[in-house]
């Protein structure tokens, strides 16, 4: 029996065939999709250049020529002018101590705050009270006795009486000595001294003499550091009315004394606030603290007040006349919270306040007002 065939020419390897190349086929379209899809977009630049006479933007401002009070913003640390060591001048134990004698303590004038064992004293008032009356006797007996020699004995009499008087007032002194007070207010720095101590002069106790440190309220200051030329910009410094700023608040000062000396490694002078009287001592702030100092200064009219950003080098700056910068150095006022006070001057087109690189005297510049705060 015969056979025929039914695909002479192999048609389904060709049907295969084409299959492939179309899935070939569409996965380059799809690898080349996502290629495209994920590169970077790029795009020309074009440079284009400038004319070479091009004159570069400045930003400037135009001063106005007012009246100002010159302030100077400074920062000190309040301190003391003096401080009191408390010593004994008696020797003996410690039988009484304030409370208040601690740091921190108040004391008012006159108050005891120290009480030494005055048992050993008050027997020597009692003894030379006795050499006293012992004296006054002999003095009677010398003015009973008639005779050449009664003269030379009541005078002897007399003197003997007189130093058992002398050291009777002695006794009392020391014994009144054995009351430790001060005669001003004071507050209290320092002091460990406790009831049984062994107190008295250097000379007697060697280190245990001191029994604290203490200080007067009205020695209280404000040292306040200052640059020469700012000093100078004060003119009569002496008197000058301050507000100090600390922790403890804002209090009235007066600028009091000037240093003789500038301070050889910082080339600065300091100048010393003292506050009013009125000021309860309790309310002053403490020694030690950091302080806010705002110093007014004399009033000046017909000044500029520039910003810091319109200096140079060498307290220059520059403005712009007829379209070129122009260099110009001003004279200084001083400087305050405000900004740089100088003399006024013509400004031109404006006192330039933005950084310009290379600029020199004559270069060309194209003016622009400042932004707002600039």
Known sequence: MSQQST????????KHWRGYAQAILIILVIAVALYLARAPQRTDLVTVSAPA????AVQVIVPSATEH???????????????VTVVS???????????????????????????????????????????VAKAEAQVQLARRVAGPDAEPAIAEAEAGLGQAMANLALANLQLERTEISLPFDVRVMSSELEVGDLVGPPDAVGKLSVLGVVYRPE???????????????LESAIGRPAQVRTDNGTYDAGLARISSVVALESR?????????????????????????????GPSRDNVF???EAAARE??????????????LRPATVGRSGDGWVVEAFQPGEGVVVSVLAGASEGLRVSPEPALSGQ
């Open 7 to 14: 695909n002479p020419g192999n048609p389904s390897g060709e």
């Open 53 to 56: 006479d091009a004159a570069p």
């Open 69 to 83: 009070v010159l302030e100077l913003d400074l920062t000190g640390t309040v301190t003391l002018d003096r401080k």
């Open 89 to 131: 001048e008696v020797e003996g134990r410690a039988v009484w101590v304030s409370a208040d004698f601690v740091n921190g303590g108040s004391i008012p004038a006159n108050e005891v705050f120290v009480r030494i064992d005055p048992r050993e004293y008050e027997l020597e008032v009692r003894s030379a009270e006795m050499a």
């Open 219 to 233: 020695a209280i200051q404000v040292r306040v550091p200052i640059k020469v030329e700012d000093l100078d910009s």
């Open 268 to 296: 600065l002078a300091h100048v010393f606030l003292k506050f009013p009287e009125d000021i309860p001592q309790t309310e002053l702030p403490v020694p030690g603290s950091f302080a806010e100092i705002t110093i007014l």
């Open 305 to 307: 007040v520039l910003p």
């Open 314 to 327: 060498h307290e220059s700056i520059w403005i712009v006349q007829d379209g070129a910068l122009r260099a």
